[in-house]
């Protein structure tokens, strides 16, 4: 057992410096899962570095773009022992977030037991705990609420799958590749994207490939490493619709689909117009 804690602890410390994630050892458990969480993550930090240098000083996809996997158990003292506020962690549930027993302050009822911190009772985080959100996605950054305060040097980010888009993703297979711009053409995808994805103001064709590669840019916008971005609209900060509305390059929908119309333009040929639709190019 020693043994194979302190190979653990080597092959860490290899990547030691460099910009880690890890996935969830327990909510993201299933073998078909965490191969598609990776492959989402891969594919968003593929994205992210094709657009670093256009975007360069005002967003921080460069160091987005220089994520790398780690493969350890992220509960496991090695990983404890190494991590640090650039790693990330991404989680396929909310499970961590626990109820908080005699809190000293009445707006503070939950801790995270990743993090190791008191979570504020109108933190987004806690919507992933209810069925009924239509969040699909929650970072916890290094960032803290309490003026004054600094950001301890071992706790990592986190990036929270709401449970059932994860699942609902992984079930259809839901990639952004070259079927899934053909499917993007057809109106039934996008009837459906009306229906499942309330969070969109007005559904345009390119809102369909809003899979979960565009919600981990998304999110990973979000982080400290990767500008704290925020979401400037409020509940009117995602879609297609509102980016064209809001041109606000510290919107992260804004910063997510800049990241993926260059992936159209550069890798599949095709263009978006100021109403979303794809128009194919040679």
Not at 21 to 31: A, E, G, L, Q
Not at 41 to 56: E, F, P, R, T
Not at 79 to 101: A, F
Not at 144 to 171: L, M, Q, R, S
Request: proline fraction near 4%.
């Amino acid at each position: 057992m020693m043994l194979k804690f302190y190979l653990c602890l080597a092959f860490v410390q290899v990547v030691f410096g460099a910009n880690r994630y890890v996935i969830d050892s327990v909510s993201c458990k299933d073998d078909a899962v965490n191969a598609a969480v990776r492959l989402y993550m891969d594919n968003a930090i593929s994205k992210a570095g094709l657009v670093a240098k256009i975007l360069a000083p005002k967003a921080h996809f460069e160091p987005i773009g220089k994520y790398v996997y780690v493969d350890i158990d992220n509960r496991s003292d090695a990983w404890k022992q190494t991590r640090d506020k650039s790693d990330l962690e991404i989680h396929c549930n909310g499970d961590y977030i626990t109820p908080l027993q005699d809190s000293p302050e009445p707006n503070i009822n939950w801790r995270d037991e990743i993090q190791g911190l008191p979570v504020l009772d109108d933190d987004s985080i806690l919507n992933i705990k209810d069925e009924k959100t239509i969040l699909v996605a929650v970072t916890s950054p290094a960032r803290t609420w309490k003026e004054g305060e600094t950001w301890p040097d071992n706790i990592p980010e986190v990036i929270t799958f709401n449970p059932w888009y994860i699942k609902h993703a992984v079930e259809k297979k839901s990639i952004f590749n070259s079927d899934r711009i053909k499917k993007a053409l057809q109106p039934s995808l996008l009837k459906a994207i009306k229906i499942k994805f309330q969070r969109y103001t007005h559904a345009a064709n390119v809102d369909t490939l809003d899979t979960p590669e565009l919600t981990l840019i998304h999110e990973l916008t979000h982080t400290a490493l990767g500008g704290l971005s925020r979401d400037t609209g409020g509940s009117k900060s995602y879609g297609w619709y509102n980016c064209v509305r809001l041109k606000d390059v510290d919107n992260a929908d804004n910063l997510a689909y800049f990241a993926l119309v260059v992936d159209l333009i550069q890798n599949y040929k095709y263009e978006v117009d100021d109403k979303g639709n794809l128009q194919s190019f040679t």
